[in-house]
DNA sequence: AAGAACTTTAGAATGATTCGAAAAATGCAC
DNA sequence: GTGCATTTTTCGAATCATTCTAAAGTTCTT
């Protein structure tokens, strides 16, 4: 074992710590696949063969279940481009996607870098809880 | 039978046909339902049970494929709001979605009505496809 | 009317996700 | 530490939306 992996180890027991969620096994290292690599984008499925590779055997119920309560926690929000496949997005802050629907590839935009000129008036008794932007892309001609 | 309804009916198969689709009953059926109402935004489940309601008995499989091929002739476009479920949107003009999960109320916003200062630059070799703007809503505190 | 092409259909199959209930791990109180 | 209550994990079954398959029915052209 590296000192590099405590290292990350420990950050994701601090983070888990942090968020009120208990760190167990499972969720530390599903801590550590998800936000030792920098902002990422993944699938339930995804993930699942992250950590097996990674040699933790965790159930795919489980990775469903921790997905929620990360996303539950603030940790992760859930990116929709697809109606079939739920994505999950490390990169919390305002931002938005570009999505290429034949590759599945998806892509951040940062928050600045859109921005709508107005907002048009809202249905009744509404409040806005969130702008999801999504550029679909295809190859170029 | 009702005037107003042989003249839907009319309208239905002239869209049909003009799409280069054979008028067959059920199309003609699920056409009617979909476009003599205004704008509208329908899940296959939907749909299925108001052409059923109609006293059509159309099965599912062909609301499927119904609502696919209505998409690929431009009739139909595909709203992606939630992973799990997939509407179909009978407006095809440039536009926008408000909609609050915890009911499935998507409604339209003019295309107009929204626009944004400056497109960040694309991956290379895609060119956009569309974009969509979707402004989640939930009950105001 | 006949044949070719296309469409519908029921039901099985698939894929993603959730559920239920039992087994395991964890945290606290003694 | 031990015991107990609580939380978490896990497997497999269940669910839900959607697609597939192959057979039966319809439509269009001649
Ligand atoms: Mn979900
Ligand atoms: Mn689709
Ligand atoms: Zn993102
Ligand atoms: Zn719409």
Do not use: W
């Amino acid at each position: 074992m590296k000192k590099a992996d405590t290292e990350a180890r420990e950050q994701a027991i601090t983070l888990l710590n942090e968020a009120g969620l208990r760190p167990t096994r499972q969720r530390v290292v599903l801590a550590q696949v998800l936000f030792s690599n920098g902002d990422r984008h993944v699938t339930a499925e995804q993930l699942h063969g992250e950590a097996e590779a990674d040699g933790a055997a965790i159930s795919l119920a489980t990775v469903y279940n921790t997905l929620h309560q990360f996303k539950g926690a603030g940790l992760l929000r859930e990116v929709v481009v697809d109606s079939g496949r739920a994505y999950f997005d490390t990169n919390t802050k305002e931002h938005h996607h570009f999505y290429v629907e034949k590759t599945g590839l998806l892509e951040d935009i940062a928050g600045e870098l859109i921005s709508m000129t107005s907002l048009p008036k809202l249905p009744e008794n509404k409040v806005v809880d969130r702008v999801d932007i999504v550029i679909r892309l295809r190859e170029k001609a």
